[in-house]
């Protein structure tokens, strides 16, 4: 149980689009989910906490309009990188909160942007 | 939420146990403590959580100190698979709180 997808797990584009990026929950209902964002040899940051229903809310230091986020069911989240620069290349990790174990989260397998 | 401190990196070998010591001395009282692994390039994955009573399940031990201001996990029988970043976070069960991860203690287990 408690198992979180993510898709793609890898997207390569061109500077300028847009990438959107599916986390969702198959086992379980998440009213919370959350997005980090990990560089090379770093640890994860938290970028933004994704409620259903409801907007996001962004950590200080990541734009909210860059960085588009949309909770429109309880067992899907979707994170979109809109006109992607080489600076967004990052792996982008998504959780979500499985309220009958202590609200312990659980992790997606990651995606791997690369902007060109 | 408490900040946690732990070493940098360890080197354990195969078979052995693992040992992997986390502070958090400011942790309050309505904390827990999460351990969670992230091997290269993948997700974090959880591995154990508690907030004051040893835990065990079918991956790792958990001793937390009777002040709870340190805790240990423990991985009975290293394997090269066990070869990751260990994460060590406290934070406030129940709410739905966000996790703050720091830089973890990299392990690696050596045959």
């Known amino acids: 149980g408690a198992v979180v997808s993510q898709h793609p797990s890898w997207v390569i584009c061109k500077s300028g689009t847009s990438v959107k990026i599916e986390c969702r929950s198959l086992d379980f209902q998440a009213t919370t989910m959350f997005w980090y964002r990990q560089f090379p040899k770093q640890s994860l940051m938290l970028m933004a906490t994704?409620?259903?229903?409801?907007?996001?809310?962004?950590e200080q230091g990541v734009e909210k309009d860059k960085f588009l986020i949309n909770h429109a069911s309880l067992t899907l989240s979707t994170l979109t990188v809109t006109s992607a620069h080489p600076e967004d290349s990052s792996f982008y990790i998504c959780s979500a909160i499985y309220r009958e174990i202590t609200d312990t989260q659980y992790f997606g397998p990651g995606t791997r942007l690369t902007v060109l | 939420d408490a900040k946690t401190t732990q070493p940098p990196s360890m080197d354990c070998a195969e078979g052995r146990a693992a040992n992997l010591p986390c502070n958090h001395s400011?942790?309050?009282?309505?904390?827990?403590v999460y351990w969670y692994r992230q091997i290269h390039s993948q997700g974090p994955q959880y591995i154990i959580h508690?907030?004051?009573n040893n835990e065990t399940n079918e991956m790792a031990s958990l001793i937390i100190t009777e002040d709870r201001k340190s805790s240990t996990l423990i991985l009975p029988h290293a394997t090269l698979r066990d070869t990751a970043v260990y994460y060590c976070i406290v934070r406030v069960g129940n709410q739905g709180g966000k996790l703050i991860f720091g830089q973890g203690t990299e392990l690696s287990v050596k045959p």
């Open positions: 994704s409620n259903e229903g409801s907007k996001a809310t962004y």
């Open positions: 508690g907030l004051k």
């Open positions: 400011t942790i309050s009282g309505n904390e827990y």
